[in-house]
């Protein structure tokens, strides 16, 4: 029995809003609800801890990060792409 199964990874796109540990960074991902009763729209947002090997995430990027399997105690996430650089002014 050598059936194939892949393995689908949860993806998730956030803006970095931490990059003061070596190697980790902390996104911030948003998403929009209907309030179930009243209908309004309502941002919810869960920051996640990521993994960015090479230190490339700087505050303000907008990121691509992927499950992975646990690499510290808060860390389940890896930084796949950086999908938009921030803008310095």
């Known amino acids: 029995m050598s059936s194939q199964t892949s ?7 956030g803006v970095v809003v931490s990059n003061k540990m070596d190697k980790s960074v902390v996104v911030r991902t948003e998403r929009i609800i209907r ?8 941002r919810r947002h869960v ?3 990521a993994h960015d090997q090479e230190n490339t995430c700087a505050v303000g990027d907008r990121v691509l990060i992927e499950e992975c399997r646990p ?14 650089k921030a803008v310095i002014i």
């Open 71 to 84: 690499l510290s105690k808060n860390k389940r996430w890896r930084v796949r792409e950086i999908v938009e």
């Open 7 to 13: 393995k689908i990874q949860k993806t998730r796109v």
């Open 35 to 42: 309030h179930p009763l009243y209908g309004k729209t309502i």
């Open 47 to 49: 920051k996640y801890m």
